[in-house]
Nanobody
């Protein structure tokens, strides 16, 4: 009953910017840490950025200074502002969230279906 839906992906030239959004919906009792992962062709899925429920953030070294993760708890939404995009940022970006669906259940890990980001040189 929980769904994560990413949006904001697209095609942009190197140096451009994109803003990704991920909205969680459904039965959400508690929303924990959220993050963005990406997977490029032939590569393993990697963590890009994470943000805790108290808004503590961390980033992959490859995106530090260029990407900013944020969240709006009232909207159950996490964002990824991506600036100074590089061709190596090209990947499918996935939203991840730790969610409790009831007071008697622990946190479970949920994933969105992904959104394509393509950066051309």
């Amino acid at each position: 009953q929980v769904q994560l839906v990413e949006s904001g992906g697209g095609w942009v030239q190197a140096g451009g910017s994109l803003r990704l959004s991920c909205a969680a919906s459904g039965s959400i009792f508690s929303l924990g840490a959220m993050g963005w992962y990406r997977q490029a062709p032939g590569k393993q899925r990697e963590s890009v950025a994470r943000i805790t429920s108290s808004s503590t953030t961390n980033y992959a070294d490859s995106v530090k200074g260029r990407f900013t993760i944020s969240r709006d708890n009232a909207k159950n939404t996490v964002y990824l502002q991506m600036n100074s995009l590089k061709p190596e940022d090209t990947a499918v970006y996935y939203c991840n969230a730790d969610i409790r669906t009831s007071r008697w259940q622990g946190f479970n890990d949920y994933w969105g279906l992904g959104t394509q980001v393509t950066v051309s040189s």
